[in-house]
Nanobody, 123 residues
Framework: QVQLVESGGGLVQAGGSLRLSCADSGRTFSSYVGGWFRQAPGKEREFVAAISWGGNSKAYADSVKGRFTVSRDNAKNTVYLQMNSLKPEDTAVYYC????????????????WGQGTQVTVSS
């Protein structure tokens, strides 16, 4: 059973950086694709980034390419999202998710979700 817990959110000024972590207490995360989504107030949850179980393949939303980097450490059952050059429009609740399916970009493809962590970027 995958049990995901996000951490690392907070308040940061525009141009700053944060690193989010997503740990699996069930210790099976290494068998799943790890994804990051975000949801801003009044908006639908959207795809941010994903990484294959082995870490060799990655995908990013166009809005974060070149600024965000997804990575994982399977020995620690943890997936990370390094966020640089943050903008006010990056403000959202960020969710970690896991899927065993081959499609990474859609909410409904993910089987397990964390509780979310708030990221607020001030201008």
């Amino acid at each position: 059973q995958v049990q995901l817990v996000e951490s690392g959110g907070g308040l940061v000024q525009a141009g700053g950086s944060l690193r989010l972590s997503c740990a699996d207490s069930g210790r099976t995360f290494s068998s799943y694709v790890g994804g990051w989504f975000r949801q801003a107030p009044g908006k639908e949850r959207e795809f941010v980034a994903a990484i294959s179980w082995g870490g060799n393949s990655k995908a990013y939303a166009d809005s974060v390419k070149g600024r965000f980097t997804v990575s994982r450490d399977n020995a620690k059952n943890t997936v990370y999202l390094q966020m640089n050059s943050l903008k006010p429009e990056d403000t959202a609740v960020y969710y970690c998710a896991a899927t065993s399916k081959p499609t990474w970009y859609y909410n409904h493809e993910y089987e397990y979700w964390g509780q979310g962590t708030q990221v607020t970027v001030s201008s």
